[in-house]
């Protein structure tokens, strides 16, 4: 399995990431991560390791800088402004797409990153095979963006999380293309139950295993 660390260059300053591509690879992930160094976290880790398991590289991207991420902690502005966030993100699938080329590319999106991850979809319906927005705000794309989104769609929320199940629900409804609403029972935000946020990460690795045509 070869994994480094990568720089990608976005314009208002370089983003890190950490690429992971297995020996046997189907296709490449990108997980966006809203938050400074969010691609060491054990949450973060978890997921990869289980897509790296199901024959899936990974992306892992921190959309902010380590400046940005600092204020963004007294603030939370930066990791609210969606416009930048995709910016940022298709950035990311530019610099990825020429590195692997014969493979599928899906994004994977939490909380405002899957506005983003919808938003990057919509800009480059050439590059991006699927979208996964576990327990996201894809709402706040609007409607602008949902239009423009070619490629299948999964969703995937806690069902306590109630708020972002019916946000998701009314996105579901308004998505042109093949999408698909899993509920975790019992999860709430985050997926901080035992084994939620494993099923949910297996859920998106079948998904993403199918770029979007997988039973799930």
Do not use: K, Y
Request: a negative charge; glycine letters at 10%.
């Amino acid at each position: 399995m070869l994994s480094e660390t990568v720089t990608v260059p976005s314009g208002e300053g370089a983003l890190i990431g950490e690429l992971t591509v297995p020996d046997t690879v189907f296709g490449v992930a990108v997980l966006a991560h809203v938050s400074g160094s969010a691609r060491h976290n054990p949450r973060s880790r978890s997921v990869a390791g289980t897509l790296h398991n199901s024959a899936l590289g990974t992306l892992r991207i921190d959309l902010l800088t380590a400046d940005e991420a600092a204020a963004d902690r007294a603030t939370g502005r930066q990791h609210s402004d969606v416009e930048l966030l995709t910016h940022r993100l298709v950035a990311s699938v530019d610099w990825l797409a020429p590195r692997v080329s014969d493979l599928p590319v899906g994004l994977f999106g939490a909380n405002t990153g899957a506005a983003a991850a919808l938003g990057a979809a919509a800009a480059r319906p050439g590059l991006v095979d699927t979208v996964v927005c576990p327990d996201g705000r894809p709402d706040l794309a609007g409607d602008h963006v949902l239009g423009h989104v070619h490629a299948p769609v999964l969703l995937l929320v806690g069902g306590r999380d109630t708020e972002v199940l019916r946000l998701n629900r009314e996105v579901a409804n308004r998505l042109r293309v093949l999408s698909r609403l899993r509920v975790i029972p019992d999860a709430t935000h985050l997926f901080e139950e035992p084994g939620a946020l494993n099923e949910a990460a297996t859920v998106a690795a079948r998904w993403f295993a199918g770029m979007g045509q997988a039973e799930i």
